[in-house]
C-alpha cells in the first residue's frame, strides 16, 4: 500500500532508505489491524494481558526503566533564528539538529517494521482539525496513536485532499539516554525523536505536534494552541456553557475535566459534559467568539492520584479497552496504583512488590483510553464547527495570596493573568518549599516558539467586533494557619464556576479590586457546604500590600523574555501596581513607591 499523494510516498522511501526497516506497513486504523499489531505485541512480551473478567480488552505495557517521562532538557525547538524559538526553549540550528539526528536515524530500524501513521488531530471533518503523519518502529506507539487520534484510512484520505500534513519521524532506536532527543522544526512543519517509547516523547501527536508544532501553526494561522481543558456546564434551565482551563501539573485538570457536581447541584439539574481534559485549539468564528475543538480522540492520564473519591468518572473509563503503562498489577491481574483498594503483587518493574523499591506503580504511570468511554463524555467534542468559549480559567497551585477566584478586568489584563500564573513547590526534601515556579498559560513546557512572541499572539485577539470568553484566575489551594486546605476542591468547585458563568451572563455580583473582580461572601452558592465565615474571608481576601512584591515580581519574569515582551503587557502591570499602591496603606505605598 501507498498514497495517491507523491510528496508522502516520497518522504516515506526517503526515512526507509535512512532507516533500513524489514518490512513497511501502512495504518488504516481497522479493528483488524489493531487485533495484528495486539497479538503480535502480546507475542514479543511488548503487552501483558490484565484481568479479562475485571478489564476485559486492557493490557499493560511497560516501559524501559529510563524511559518513563519527558526529558524536557533534551526537547528542542529548532528555528533558523535562535531568538525565534525564546528563552523558554532549548535550541539548536536546523541544519546542525538533522545532522545529528540523522545520523542516529541511520540503520536503525533493522530487523523492524516501519509503520506509516496518518492521523488526523480533531473531528475528521472539522475545519479547525489539522493532520499529520508519524512514521515509527513501535507497534505500542500505533496503538496509542489509535486511541489517542483519529488515525488510519479516513485521515489519509484528508491528507490526500489537503496535501499539506505535519511530518513526524520516530523510532525507539536502543533507548540510550544518551541518544535521545525529540527535535521540533517548526518552518518545516516536522518532528524527530529517537531513542524513548515514552507517550510525550513517541506518540508525536500529541505534545509535540497538538502543542508545540501547533502552537506555531496557529500564530501563523490566526488562531491559539493551548494546553487546556474543555468543559461544558449545564445548568438547571438547559442553557449550556463551555469553559476552557489551564493549569499547571498537579493542579486537577482532569478532575475538572470531569468533575461530578455536588449532591445538591446534581438534584437541581446540574450536568457537567467533559469535551477534552488535555488541549484546546481555540479560532476566532465568523460571530467573534472562540470557538474550540479537542484535537485528541483519547485520555492519555496519569494514572495514581485517579480514584473512586477523586475521579470516579476516569476510573470508570478505564475498565475495559485500556492500554496502561508502568502501573502495579494485583494477584489476579488487575492494573493497581497508590489510592485503589487491594494489594499489589508486581510493582511497574515486574519485580515482587516491596516497599522498599518505591511505590508501586511509577508516579507517572499512565493509561491511554478513547475519550468516548468517559460516562462524561459529551457528543459536542465531535462536532465540526467545535463549542463556544464563555470563560477561560487560570490557575495555580498557590497556598497563600491568590484568591479563590477572581476576574479581569479586561482581555489585557487577563493575558496578564495566564503570563503571570505559577504553582508553589511542595519539595521539602530538596529544601526548596514555597518556591513559586511561573508556567505562563501551562505552556511552559510546551510551547514551540518564543514566549513573548506567544503573548503577543494573545493579545492580537483584542480587535473590534471580537467578542471573546472572559478570563479568571482560580486557587483551589488556599490553605489556613494550621496549613489545610480551606477549600474543599473537587466537585464543590462547580461553585466556584457557577460564579465565573454568571458574571459571563451578567447573573452574577462582584466586588472591584485592584486584582480583578473577586465575588463577596454571599455572591457564591455555600448551600450544604461546611465552610466557616471566617475560612471564606481568607479565601476571598485581597491582600493589597502582599499582592505589590507580587507585581513586582511578576515583571521581573516577563523581562526576562527580553525585547519582544509587549509593552502593552508591561504598561498592565504598571496599571495594576499603581492601583494597589493606591489603595495600599501608608506606609506600603511608601515602599511601593
Known amino acids: 500500500m501507498s498514497s495517491t499523494l507523491e510528496a508522502l510516498n516520497r518522504w516515506v522511501d526517503d526515512v526507509a532508505r535512512l532507516t533500513r526497516p524489514d518490512t513497511i506497513h501502512w495504518c488504516d486504523g481497522s479493528d483488524a489491524e489493531n487485533r495484528m499489531l495486539t497479538d503480535r505485541m502480546l507475542e514479543r512480551g511488548d503487552l501483558l494481558p490484565l484481568n479479562p473478567q475485571t478489564h476485559p480488552g486492557c493490557h499493560l505495557h511497560r516501559s524501559h526503566p529510563s524511559d518513563v517521562a519527558r526529558v524536557e532538557h533534551l526537547t528542542l525547538v529548532c528555528t533558523r533564528e535562535r531568538e525565534d524559538a525564546g528563552p523558554n526553549n532549548h535550541w539548536m540550528a536546523p541544519d546542525e539538529a538533522h545532522a545529528k539526528i540523522d545520523a542516529l536515524f541511520d540503520g536503525c530500524m533493522q530487523g523492524r517494521t516501519l509503520y506509516v501513521v496518518p492521523y488526523c488531530m480533531g473531528p475528521i471533518d472539522s475545519p479547525l482539525s489539522r493532520c499529520g503523519v508519524e512514521i515509527t518502529d513501535s507497534p505500542y506507539v500505533v496503538a496509542n496513536m489509535r486511541l489517542m487520534t483519529r488515525m488510519g484510512a479516513a485521515a489519509l484520505a484528508r491528507i490526500e485532499r489537503e496535501g499539506r500534513f505535519v511530518k513526524g519521524l520516530h523510532s525507539t532506536g536502543d533507548l540510550d539516554p544518551e541518544r535521545r532527543f525529540i527535535m521540533h522544526f517548526p518552518e518545516e512543519l516536522t518532528i524527530k525523536s529517537i531513542g524513548s517509547g515514552y507517550g510525550g516523547n513517541a506518540l508525536l501527536g500529541k505534545k509535540c505536534h497538538a502543542l508545540r508544532i501547533a502552537s506555531w501553526q496557529a500564530r501563523e494561522e490566526g488562531w491559539l494552541a ?288 485592584p486584582i480583578g473582580y473577586v465575588p463577596r461572601p454571599g455572591d457564591l452558592n455555600l448551600e450544604g457546604l461546611d465552610l466557616s465565615r471566617s475560612a471564606l474571608a481568607e479565601l476571598l481576601e485581597v491582600d493589597v500590600a502582599g499582592w505589590l512584591p507580587e507585581i513586582e515580581a511578576i515583571g521581573e519574569y516577563l523581562a526576562s523574555f527580553g525585547a519582544r515582551t509587549p509593552p502593552r503587557l508591561e504598561a498592565e502591570r504598571r496599571r495594576i501596581l499603581e492601583a494597589l499602591a493606591a489603595a495600599a496603606p501608608r506606609p506600603a505605598r511608601a515602599a511601593a513607591g
Not at 447541584?265 to 474550540?292: F, H, N, Q
Not at 518505591?358 to 504511570?365: C, I, K, L, T
Not at 503571570?420 to 498559560?441: I, K, N, Q
Open 226 to 513: 493551548e494546553h487546556m481543558l474543555i468543559v461544558g456546564i449545564e445548568n438547571p434551565q438547559g442553557e449550556r456553557h463551555y469553559v476552557a482551563a489551564a493549569f499547571p501539573s498537579a493542579c486537577g485538570k482532569t478532575n475538572l475535566a470531569m468533575l461530578i457536581p455536588p449532591e445538591g447541584y446534581r438534584r437541581d439539574g446540574w450536568k457537567v459534559w467533559t469535551i477534552g481534559d488535555d488541549i484546546c485549539w481555540m479560532t476566532p468564528g465568523a460571530d467573534g467568539r472562540l470557538w474550540a475543538i479537542n484535537p485528541e480522540a483519547g485520555f492519555f492520564g496519569v494514572a495514581p492520584g485517579t480514584s473512586k473519591s477523586t475521579n470516579p468518572n476516569a476510573l470508570a473509563s478505564i475498565q475495559r479497552d485500556t492500554i496502561f503503562t508502568n502501573v502495579a498489577v494485583t494477584a489476579d491481574g488487575q492494573p493497581w496504583w497508590e489510592g485503589l483498594p487491594g494489594q499489589p503483587a508486581t510493582d511497574w518493574q515486574g519485580r515482587p512488590y516491596d516497599p522498599a523499591n518505591g511505590p508501586a506503580a511509577h508516579p507517572n504511570s499512565r493509561f491511554t483510553v478513547s475519550a468516548r468511554q468517559a460516562p462524561s463524555w459529551s457528543p459536542e467534542a465531535e462536532a465540526a464547527q467545535g463549542v463556544p468559549i464563555s470563560a477561560i480559567v487560570f490557575g495555580g497551585r498557590r497556598p497563600s495570596l491568590i484568591p479563590l477566584v477572581f476576574e479581569a478586568h479586561d482581555w489585557a489584563h487577563g493575558v496578564l493573568i495566564g503570563a503571570a500564573m505559577g504553582s508553589e513547590t511542595t519539595a521539602a526534601a530538596t529544601g526548596a518549599v514555597g518556591v513559586l515556579r511561573r508556567d505562563s498559560m501551562a505552556m511552559k513546557p510546551f510551547c514551540g516558539y518564543n514566549y513573548g512572541d506567544y503573548f503577543a499572539h494573545w493579545l492580537s485577539f483584542d480587535r473590534p467586533g471580537a467578542q471573546l470568553p472572559k478570563i479568571f484566575h482560580v486557587n483551589w489551594f488556599r490553605k489556613g494557619a494550621d496549613g489545610r486546605f480551606l477549600w474543599p476542591g473537587y466537585g464543590d468547585n462547580l461553585r466556584v464556576l457557577e460564579w465565573i458563568l454568571g458574571r459571563c451572563t451578567g447573573r452574577s455580583e462582584a466586588s472591584d479590586t
